[in-house]
């Protein structure tokens, strides 16, 4: 902070250090030794600070974790957006048409768009990146529509052409998504124009600019001056990565950092206790995903029906809801929230009945030895391994609860937390009995979670190898998003979901909000359509 020198000097140096402190900063009040800083000058970029629990990452558009979903999309933008009551609207391209066959979709670009370095956004780059994510296809078979491009050919400078082999009905939501259908600068790619393993650097034709960055230490966005739509309020918005929730509540309450948002960054004990100190504005959004745990049911002993539906009536999920996120999140009895397409379907949920959960291990063989308090069969313990994100405070606390729940029932549950990447790893190799799982969320549920179903490596495949009925539930996926009747379509997703539901594969705990916890100089915070596009745009500062 600049300091006035109280000291007599000469004129002229007097003269000269008063232009050099006006060149410098506008922010300096009239009245001498002071600085006002309750004031921001209309030129001087106001600035939030948040906090992360993981590092933003390398921020490649084309590819997955390390890089934050949030971090991503405020610098990259899709051809479409998905925007509240389930609307596809337009971004990049500002209409498109729809062959009567459903194989060919034209976008018409804007005209008006400049990435952050200044280089246009036209057909050819937009080509450049859709054929770079397409030639990485194995990496995005999770979703539908990359088994389905056949080519992207440019008609004009403003007009591209998607042509697929056949229909795919989700094509506009998947576009819409947070990656990896987002574009790069020219100036981006590397040498070889493969984006599968780097880019040269992160720059979008989005609101925001990576414009510092420290690996584990902070990210440092300003506000992209050559954006094409309606420009944030603020200038800059600073990303502390604090792994530990505690830390990010002390460093908010120190106003170390502005703002909280996001799910399971901190715990619901600690949301409440700042929301009812009424010191800090908070909020909530409507619920956007389903938290859930997968019961593996391709190993032992898992693989047994019995015990996944031990396990589905041998705990109290209503308590544990309330304990865990103190009633603000709403219980969970079925994968896909009602409210969701194809998913309004009466599926009977699995009622809390620990009675019933000894019922079915003891038929399943697994009895309880006198004396003893885990069930035994052939000799070998009732022992399964449970897998959480150790950075997320709410999957913790779950998971602590889950193994004191079916301990009671006699099974043995190890609990262990590992890092995002580890985490996911297990997940998508089949190396757990439980672990930890979040749908897709809008726009990308109920077909997603289908496509998933059917494609190795996303987790949700290994997890449904174990059950009989995997070869129908593969090829009813397959026919739903191929099919253009919609009629057939609902009676599809209602089979499909329902043999999911009775398979006992999947336990839903509690449809997922996202929380914000601000110091009330901030205003305009509003939630956006999706769980990945985090409210900057509207965000202002009153005083500082």
Same mark, same amino acid.
């Given at each position: 902070?600049?300091?006035?020198?109280?000291?007599?000097?000469?004129?002229?140096?007097?003269?000269?250090?008063?232009?050099?402190?006006?060149?410098?900063?506008?922010?300096?009040?009239?009245?001498?030794?002071?600085?006002?800083?309750?004031?921001?000058?209309?030129?001087?970029?106001?600035?939030?600070?948040?906090?992360?629990?993981?590092?933003?990452?390398?921020?490649?558009?084309?590819?997955?974790?390390?890089?934050?979903?949030?971090?991503?999309?405020?610098?990259?933008?899709?051809?479409?957006?998905?925007?509240?009551?389930?609307?596809?609207?337009?971004?990049?391209?500002?209409?498109?048409?729809?062959?009567?066959?459903?194989?060919?979709?034209?976008?018409?670009?804007?005209?008006?768009?400049?990435?952050?370095?200044?280089?246009?956004?036209?057909?050819?780059?937009?080509?450049?990146?859709?054929?770079?994510?397409?030639?990485?296809?194995?990496?995005?078979?999770?979703?539908?529509?990359?088994?389905?491009?056949?080519?992207?050919?440019?008609?004009?400078?403003?007009?591209?052409?998607?042509?697929?082999?056949?229909?795919?009905?989700?094509?506009?939501?998947?576009?819409?998504?947070?990656?990896?259908?987002?574009?790069?600068?020219?100036?981006?790619?590397?040498?070889?124009?493969?984006?599968?393993?780097?880019?040269?650097?992160?720059?979008?034709?989005?609101?925001?600019?990576?414009?510092?960055?420290?690996?584990?230490?902070?990210?440092?966005?300003?506000?992209?001056?050559?954006?094409?739509?309606?420009?944030?309020?603020?200038?800059?918005?600073?990303?502390?990565?604090?792994?530990?929730?505690?830390?990010?509540?002390?460093?908010?309450?120190?106003?170390?950092?502005?703002?909280?948002?996001?799910?399971?960054?901190?715990?619901?004990?600690?949301?409440?206790?700042?929301?009812?100190?009424?010191?800090?504005?908070?909020?909530?959004?409507?619920?956007?995903?389903?938290?859930?745990?997968?019961?593996?049911?391709?190993?032992?002993?898992?693989?047994?029906?019995?015990?996944?539906?031990?396990?589905?009536?041998?705990?109290?999920?209503?308590?544990?809801?309330?304990?865990?996120?103190?009633?603000?999140?709403?219980?969970?009895?079925?994968?896909?929230?009602?409210?969701?397409?194809?998913?309004?379907?009466?599926?009977?949920?699995?009622?809390?009945?620990?009675?019933?959960?000894?019922?079915?291990?003891?038929?399943?063989?697994?009895?309880?030895?006198?004396?003893?308090?885990?069930?035994?069969?052939?000799?070998?313990?009732?022992?399964?391994?449970?897998?959480?994100?150790?950075?997320?405070?709410?999957?913790?606390?779950?998971?602590?609860?889950?193994?004191?729940?079916?301990?009671?029932?006699?099974?043995?549950?190890?609990?262990?937390?590992?890092?995002?990447?580890?985490?996911?790893?297990?997940?998508?190799?089949?190396?757990?009995? %439980?672990?930890?799982? $979040? #749908?897709?969320?809008?726009?990308?549920?109920?077909?997603?979670? /289908?496509?998933? =179903? +059917?494609?190795? !490596?996303?987790?949700?495949?290994?997890? %449904?190898?174990?059950? $009989? #009925?995997?070869?129908?539930?593969?090829?009813?996926?397959?026919? /739903?998003?191929? =099919? +253009?009747?919609? !009629?057939?379509?609902?009676?599809?997703?209602?089979?499909?979901?329902?043999?999911?539901?009775?398979?006992?594969?999947?336990?839903?705990?509690?449809?997922? =909000?996202?929380?914000?916890?601000?110091?009330?100089?901030?205003?305009?915070?509003?939630?956006?359509?999706?769980?990945?596009?985090?409210?900057?745009?509207?965000?202002?500062?009153?005083?500082?």
């Amino acid at each position: 902070m600049f300091s006035y020198i109280k000291t007599k000097l000469p004129s002229i140096l007097m003269l000269i250090l008063a232009l050099s402190l006006a060149a410098c900063s506008t922010s300096v009040d009239k009245k001498a030794g002071d600085i006002d800083t309750q004031k921001q000058s209309e030129t001087t970029p106001k600035m939030i600070t948040m906090a992360w629990n993981a590092d933003v990452g390398p921020l490649n558009p084309h590819l997955y974790g390390p890089s934050q979903v949030f971090a991503q999309a405020m610098v990259y933008e899709p051809l479409v957006d998905y925007v509240e009551g389930g609307k596809i609207v337009p971004r990049l391209a500002e209409k498109w048409e729809i062959s009567d066959d459903g194989l060919v979709y034209t976008f018409h670009l804007r005209k008006d768009v400049k990435y952050s370095d200044g280089s246009v956004f036209n057909a050819d780059n937009a080509k450049k990146n859709i054929d770079a994510i397409i030639a990485n296809k194995q990496r995005h078979s999770w979703m539908g529509i990359v088994t389905v491009l056949d080519r992207t050919e440019k008609i004009n400078d403003d007009t591209i052409r998607l042509i697929l082999t056949k229909p795919y009905y989700p094509l506009l939501q998947e576009l819409a998504f947070a990656r990896p259908f987002r574009f790069l600068a020219d100036a981006g790619f590397p040498s070889d124009g493969k984006t599968s393993e780097a880019i040269v650097k992160p720059i979008g034709t989005g609101p925001w600019v990576l414009t510092e960055y420290k690996k584990d230490g902070y990210a440092v966005f300003s506000r992209n001056e050559n954006y094409w739509g309606i420009k944030p309020q603020l200038g800059t918005v600073k990303v502390l990565i604090i792994p530990d929730s505690e830390t990010i509540v002390t460093a908010f309450e120190k106003h170390e950092i502005d703002l909280i948002v996001g799910a399971g960054i901190i715990s619901m004990d600690n949301f409440k206790y700042l929301r009812d100190s009424g010191k800090y504005n908070t909020g909530a959004s409507e619920p956007l995903t389903t938290r859930s745990v997968i019961l593996n049911s391709a190993k032992a002993p898992t693989s047994e029906m019995n015990v996944r539906l031990a396990i589905q009536h041998g705990i109290d999920k209503a308590k544990m809801i309330q304990s865990v996120t103190l009633g603000l999140e709403k219980k969970a009895d079925t994968i896909m929230a009602s409210n969701f397409p194809y998913s309004n379907i009466d599926l009977k949920p699995y009622a809390y009945d620990p009675k019933k959960s000894e019922q079915l291990l003891d038929e399943a063989g697994w009895k309880l030895p006198s004396g003893k308090s885990v069930r035994e069969k052939d000799g070998k313990p009732l022992l399964l391994d449970l897998v959480y994100v150790s950075t997320d405070a709410i999957q913790k606390p779950m998971a602590e609860i889950l193994q004191a729940e079916l301990a009671k029932i006699g099974v043995q549950v190890q609990v262990k937390g590992e890092e995002l990447m580890v985490g996911n790893g297990r997940l998508k190799s089949g190396d757990y009995h %439980l672990n930890f799982w $979040s #749908t897709y969320g809008v726009p990308n549920d109920p077909h997603n979670f /289908v496509t998933t =179903s +059917t494609q190795a !490596k996303t987790g949700i495949y290994e997890a %449904l190898l174990g059950l $009989s #009925t995997k070869p129908q539930i593969d090829a009813q996926s397959k026919e /739903v998003l191929a =099919s +253009t009747d919609e !009629k057939k379509r609902v009676e599809l997703y209602r089979s499909i979901l329902t043999q999911i539901h009775e398979g006992a594969v999947f336990y839903p705990t509690a449809y997922e =909000s996202m929380i914000t916890v601000y110091h009330k100089n901030l205003t305009g915070l509003k939630f956006n359509a999706t769980k990945y596009d985090f409210p900057f745009g509207t965000l202002d500062i009153t005083t500082k």
